[in-house]
């Protein structure tokens, strides 16, 4: 039986309307049933207008020639600028804000044949006071932040991608815990021209998709690489991993299941090895939230000096917080994550990645917390690439709804092989579920 075409693979959807065997209309019907079906619940858009959105898909199917993307909807989250749609990032401060041109990430989509389908709901100008969105799987448990609705639109298949941004773990933590790949890519690699500034050095635009191919040809458009977004089968990489120092947080069921994929990873031909932190790796997780939070308090320095009454009184505290830092120890951290990234190989070692959890466990029951991004903050400062593989049930052997997720980190530039060995592992877990 024919699986309907919102539950499709993106790049399977992509070849077929690059082939005129559906329509783009037809496609943008499928998922805008699925909004009708699930947004109640889910609550994942901050914005979206059924109507516009079927316009733009008959457009596409009267013009033709449609790009990489060839009319795929994503949904976008909502502190990322889109001309003449509101981008309100989630705070009453940028209510009604209308912006009047895309940002560079949505414009290199729309250039490649997508379309904005909505905008979706953040926490608080990307910070952690959490938004409207429920997990899917579970709506009394968090979703994840701060990019929620992107990760939830993705997971309730409300839409084929999402773009999302990230600070510290806001793409890579919310993909686990609402099960979907979820893309970070080089620091750098995707222009951030028209997002909001949380973190000058930190922030990154990144993907949420369904499948690792997809995730593949989302970030290979917004990066404009020669690539095409396919990712071919490759040998077993060579994989470090780490439970980190800060095993003793995961849940009994995360590091069950981590240790399950290092031996699936093992048994399937990868050369598998622990990795071996030095006490300068261990400071990477302070000197990541130093970083944020000082540069936090000064990217907001003019809603919190002329609206500080519209900010959550966490986001008010936090940058309060930022402004006590002094230049001396955010230096100190900045110099850390120097050093950490210019010593990488000796984390590394010979592997071609990393491998670690993406949370301590399942999403937390509650909506007041976006939950911990300690497993994220080390590999965020580092500035390469990562990559959330969510776990099939035969891995994570639970009676739950809800998903766990492992990570794959990369060397700074080092994409296209993080995105194989990501592929290949996969590929690995699908075939342990079958």
């Excluded at 090895?273 to 302070?286: E, I, N």
């Excluded at 917080?321 to 120890?329: C, D, L, M, V």
């Amino acid at each position: 039986m024919q699986l309907p075409l919102n539950r499709l693979p993106a790049v399977k959807l992509a070849r077929m309307l690059s082939a005129r065997e559906v329509t783009c209309e037809a496609v943008t019907h499928s998922f805008l049933d699925a909004v009708e079906q699930r947004e109640a619940e889910v609550r994942a858009f901050a914005w979206i207008d059924p109507e516009r959105a079927l316009n733009i898909a008959r457009e596409f199917d009267r013009a033709g020639g449609l790009g990489l993307l060839a009319g795929l909807p994503i949904a976008v989250k909502d502190v990322i600028d889109t001309a003449g749609i509101p981008t309100e990032c989630g705070s009453p401060i940028f209510a009604g804000r209308l912006p009047q041109a895309d940002a560079a990430c949505v414009a290199t989509a729309r250039a490649a044949g997508g379309y904005v389908f909505g905008k979706t709901v953040t926490a608080e100008m990307a910070n952690f006071t959490p938004g409207a969105t429920r997990n899917p799987h579970a709506p009394a448990h968090t979703p994840g932040g701060s990019s929620s609705g992107s990760a939830a639109a993705v997971a309730a298949r409300m839409a084929p991608f999402a773009l999302g941004t990230q600070t510290a773990g806001s793409v890579i933590r919310p993909a686990a815990f609402c099960g979907v790949v979820g893309f970070v890519p080089t620091r750098g690699a995707i222009p951030r021209a028209g997002v909001l500034q949380v973190s000058d050095t930190l922030d990154v635009v990144g993907c949420f998709a369904s499948t690792v191919e997809d995730a593949a040809l989302l970030a290979d458009v917004l990066s404009m690489r020669a690539s095409q977004g396919m990712v071919t089968k490759s040998a077993a990489p060579s994989i470090a991993w780490t439970d980190t120092p800060w095993a003793a947080q995961l849940t009994a069921s995360m590091s069950e299941a981590f240790s399950r994929v290092v031996r699936l990873c093992s048994d399937h031909g990868a050369s598998v090895r622990q990795a071996v932190w030095s006490d300068l790796f261990a400071t990477l997780v302070d000197a990541q939230r130093t970083v944020q939070v000082f540069e936090t308090a000064r990217a907001f320095t003019d809603e919190s000096d002329s609206a500080r009454e519209r900010l959550s009184a966490p986001l008010a505290a936090l940058i309060d917080e930022g402004r006590a830092i002094s230049a001396a120890r955010y230096v100190s951290a900045l110099q850390c994550g120097r050093a950490c990234a210019g010593t990488i190989d000796q984390l590394f070692g010979g592997a071609d990645v990393l491998l670690a959890p993406s949370a301590p466990g399942a999403a937390p029951h509650g909506l007041e917390s976006t939950g911990d991004p300690t497993f994220n903050r080390p590999w965020h400062l580092l500035g390469g690439p990562q990559i959330n593989i969510p776990l099939p049930r035969s891995i994570t052997h639970s009676a739950s709804d809800l998903p766990l997720g492992v990570q794959l980190v990369g060397r700074p530039g080092d994409d296209v092989r993080l995105m194989a060995a990501a592929y290949w592992l996969e590929q690995r877990l699908l075939q342990a579920s079958a």
